[in-house]
């Protein structure tokens, strides 16, 4: 496919949030910037999110954007005017990076964005519909390749290494209550991998998060709490040598895909088919119910709609153990 551009161009790429989605870009934004080595990607997103951009291809580079106010944002469409870009990929299409693309496009810079496609999610949480909608690292890829940079996404994850994995890792949060496994039952989890002789160690934000993980740790000193002691990349690392980790449909699962670990991940509100599903990661790891009243939406809520919060109470322990024990 010949090129729309120049071959030297300078594209400037829009994620701003969350961790997981960015996650998710990393193995099309390299791939894309490998097959193209004299093709420059600037990436605009949150400063702490240019952390998980880990040995970066040399024509990589970044802008931080914190979220602000309308002037802010305006100031800052105004820097980008002169920086000599000559395309923009908008790998989020929300209402600030429409704003930019928008002003962008005003100076003839072509403009392609990711196809959300709203209308196959409508059917999945309406109709409850179980067609596999496009993963949305595809998406990402179909982006560059409507701009003339057609690649395909071949990302082996960071810190490869000859040594044995070993042990299982437990990311047990989520974002949302309805996308989160009961902790009561995740620690069953836990006890009967620790009961049977496996390393478990345990991952989580600091906060609450870490807390809690420590209430696990002072019930069962067998399990190992990383939660809050390391950083981004240091948390990617320890990632790396585990056998599979078991996560929600959450950050952690495109964290771990990062570093090719196996996932067997846990879904409530949101199913596979909703386009989410880690890179690499297979869709037979998935646990959830197929319950009628799933998916409730595509990217989780606050509360079930319900009320029951069957999808993930529902879920026996034992389910989660079995799915570990496959790739054990």
Known sequence: MKSKLTGTDNILVLRL??????????????????????????????????????DAPANISFID????????????????????FTAVADLHDVIRTRAIRM??????????????DRRARKKLTDNKER????????????????????????????????E???????????????????????????RKLTDSGIAVTLFGARGHEQRQLQQWVERNP????L?????????????????????MDSANMHLASLVATPVVSVWGSTIPQ????????????????????????????PSCPIGHYACLERIAPDTIVDAVRRHL
């Open 17 to 54: 949030s969350a961790l997981g989605d960015v996650a998710m870009t990393l193995p099309v934004i390299y791939s894309v910037a490998r097959r193209y080595p004299s093709l420059r990607l600037t990436v605009v997103t949150r400063p702490f999110f240019r952390r998980l951009f880990i």
């Open 65 to 84: 954007f914190e979220a602000g106010s309308i002037k802010e944002l305006l100031a800052f469409i105004s820097t980008l005017k002169n920086k000599g």
């Open 103 to 116: 002003a962008l496009r005003l100076g003839k810079l072509p403009v392609e964005t990711v196809n959300k």
């Open 131 to 162: 067609t596999f909608q496009t993963n949305y690292i595809d998406r990402y890829a179909d982006v560059f390749s409507r701009l003339g940079y057609p690649a395909a996404v071949n990302f082996d994850g960071f810190f490869p290494s000859a």
């Open 164 to 190: 044995p994995r070993s042990g299982v890792g437990i990311a047990p949060f989520a974002r949302y209550s309805t996308k989160t496994y009961p902790p009561e039952l995740m620690e069953q989890v836990a």
């Open 222 to 225: 067998a399990l190992n709490s």
């Open 227 to 247: 939660a809050g002691k390391l950083t981004l990349e240091d948390e990617l690392r320890a990632m790396s040598r585990l056998s599979v980790m078991v996560t």
């Open 274 to 301: 909703c386009g989410f599903l880690g890179y690499g990661q297979s869709a037979d790891s998935a646990v959830w119910l197929d319950l009628e009243c799933q998916p409730c939406s595509v990217a989780g809520l």
